[in-house]
């Protein structure tokens, strides 16, 4: 499968997406942002960079200062993939972060999410 379309999108134009999600479902902004601080190691002011630089979901996870070590512990179905079966590293990373926001929204208590 070609994923190029979904690499080049813009994280400064899926970000929205998932922020109403979490808010919708009476989670916070915070939340969810720390949920992606969590996963990529960005800090709360590089991932506003990130946003306002409007860079690609591929720069995006380039950039990252690391990806947590207990990422590989996110397992489940997101758009109809298991999540630790994708071999596309990169459409991992991005399907981790889905499923990340797709927990908070429903309601998963935090260190359950940050796999502590």
Known sequence: MDNTKVYKMSFAGVYPHYINKVEKKGRTK????AVICWLTGYSQQQL??????????????AEA??????????TG???????????????????YMD?????????????????K
Not at 77 to 95: A, F, H, N, S, T
């Open 30 to 33: 915070e939340e969810a942002d």
């Open 99 to 115: 499923k990340l926001i797709d927990e908070l929204a429903k309601g998963k208590a935090m260190d359950k999410i940050l796999r």
């Open 77 to 95: 179905v997101i758009c109809g993939y298991r999540v630790e079966d994708i071999e596309d590293e990169l459409m991992q990373k991005i399907r």
């Open 48 to 61: 506003q960079q990130q946003i306002d630089d409007k860079c690609s979901l591929e720069a995006f996870f």
């Open 65 to 74: 200062p690391q990806l947590h070590p207990n990422a590989s512990k996110i």
